[in-house]
């Protein structure tokens, strides 16, 4: 599958960061990990920092999957409202799920203290909009449900709302947990640890089939040569649905654009991330060098060809809503591209293995905040090879 179009901002603002070789011989190691995007790379982190001796295959070079066409906001909140995820999975799961996902940020945090390098990380405040005065009741009831979970979050009326920013809204719920990364050069960073921790990474090196009949895993790559391991892990973003036997993702085309450096933000209060609770929603960050970052105007995804002939529309589309949002500032497009993208019924990510398979697991963090999901997967796929108990596994099990 082709997983976006041509010319993402990350990998063309910062460049090919690093080439690993291709597999050129047979291997044998306690995990293969395939797939080198942001989720592959954590995993890569953890398992290696635990003496797990570690190959990572990918297909393409590392980091040039979803990971290179994110937009990479950092949320805790999922695509389905706390309230909603509550009704169909129970308070308890659901307030845990935000929980985990909430976590996973400072989890991040510190894990960047580790690396050898600057992933662009910075802290900031989300601001969920009110598209339209009709969605206030609900938003003031998910204003009520992140409370009860102990979320930290404000209230802010239209007012508020008018005193911070140059446009107007009639409620939105600001949180305080939120941040913005670089995931390309967040994955690299976090390849090049694991392999300092001893991983084997080798780009170019896609598998092409998979036994685990003998007990072991035995993964073929291109070129013939073979892997052996105890266990795989599919870190093989949205083209893990050719691997998995049941459909759990509904898979979209989403649009993304990045301005050249502004001068000024203003009406922008605080440089806040932004979303909204019109669906499909538009949301907005800025990067550390003054870009503004924004995205969505979803799409049904078809396929690559469809997806990219409507990147001119969806481009027009974008600008018109941030020139609505900020007319102060002069914006000047710089790039713009699409990414295929998945949903899932729940808004939850699948982590884990399925009955028949148990020694391959799988890290599907699909959904809005996929990053945050690749963290949380990191630590279950540990515990899950360790043979450690998770307690929030089950939430994001196969068979829920
Ligand atoms: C436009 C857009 C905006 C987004 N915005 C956000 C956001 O703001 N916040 C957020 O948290 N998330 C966001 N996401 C989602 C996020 O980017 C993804 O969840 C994340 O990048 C997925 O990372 P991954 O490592 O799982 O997949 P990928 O980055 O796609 O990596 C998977 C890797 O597996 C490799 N692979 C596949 N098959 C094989 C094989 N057979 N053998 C070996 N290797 C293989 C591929 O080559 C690829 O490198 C966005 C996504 C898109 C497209």
Not at 20 to 26: G, I, R, T
Not at 38 to 66: C, M
Not at 195 to 218: F, H, P, Q
Not at 244 to 263: D, F, H, I, T
Request: hydrophobic share 40%.
């Amino acid at each position: 599958m082709d997983l976006k179009s041509d010319h993402t901002f990350w990998p063309t603002y910062s460049g090919l960061l690093r080439s690993y070789p291709s597999l050129q011989k047979d291997e044998i190691c306690d995990v293969i990990i395939l797939g080198g995007g942001i989720s592959g790379a954590l995993i890569a982190n953890s398992l290696t920092e635990e003496g797990l001796d570690v190959v990572l295959l990918d297909k393409r070079d590392v980091a040039t999957g979803s990971t290179s066409a994110s937009t990479a906001l950092l949320q805790y909140e999922i695509d389905l409202p706390l309230r909603e995820l509550i009704e169909q999975i129970g308070r308890e799961d659901a307030e845990r799920a935000y929980w985990v996902c909430h976590e996973s940020i400072d989890k991040l945090e510190r894990l960047l203290t580790k690396l050898d390098g600057d992933a662009g990380f910075q802290r900031k405040k989300s601001v969920y909009l009110a598209s339209t005065e009709e969605d206030v009741p609900d938003l003031e009831k998910e204003f009520g449900a992140r409370q009860r979970a102990g979320i930290a979050v404000d209230l802010l009326s239209a007012s508020d709302i008018a005193s911070r920013f140059s446009f107007e809204r009639p409620g939105a719920i600001l949180s305080h947990q939120a941040a913005e990364v670089d995931s390309y050069r967040l994955a690299h960073l976090l390849l090049a640890r694991a392999e300092k921790n001893s991983a084997r990474i080798y780009d170019r090196s896609g598998m092409t089939c998979y036994d685990t009949s003998s007990g072991e895993v035995l993964v073929e790559v291109e070129g013939g040569w073979k892997v052996q391991a105890k266990h795989v892990v599919f870190a093989t973003g949205y083209e893990s649905v050719e691997y998995l036997p049941k459909s759990v993702v509904n898979l979209k085309s989403s649009y993304a654009l990045v301005s050249e450096p502004l001068q000024h933000f203003d009406g922008w209060w605080d440089r806040a991330l932004l979303w909204e609770t019109a669906r499909p929603y538009f949301y907005m960050r800025t990067t550390s060098d003054n870009r503004a970052l924004f995205g969505g105007m979803d799409h049904p995804f078809r396929n690559p060809i469809s997806r990219d002939a409507l990147i001119p529309k969806k481009k027009k589309l974008l600008i018109k809503k941030f020139v609505e949002l900020f007319p102060r500032i002069q914006l000047e497009v710089a790039y713009s591209w699409a990414g295929t993208f998945g949903e899932t019924k729940d808004g939850l990510a699948y982590i884990g293995t399925f009955p028949k398979c148990p020694l391959c697991y799988f890290a599907l963090g699909f959904g809005g905040n996929g990053i945050t999901y690749s963290v949380v997967a990191a630590e279950m796929i540990l515990d899950a090879i360790l043979g450690r108990k998770n307690k929030d596994a089950h939430i994001f099990r196969f068979d829920r």
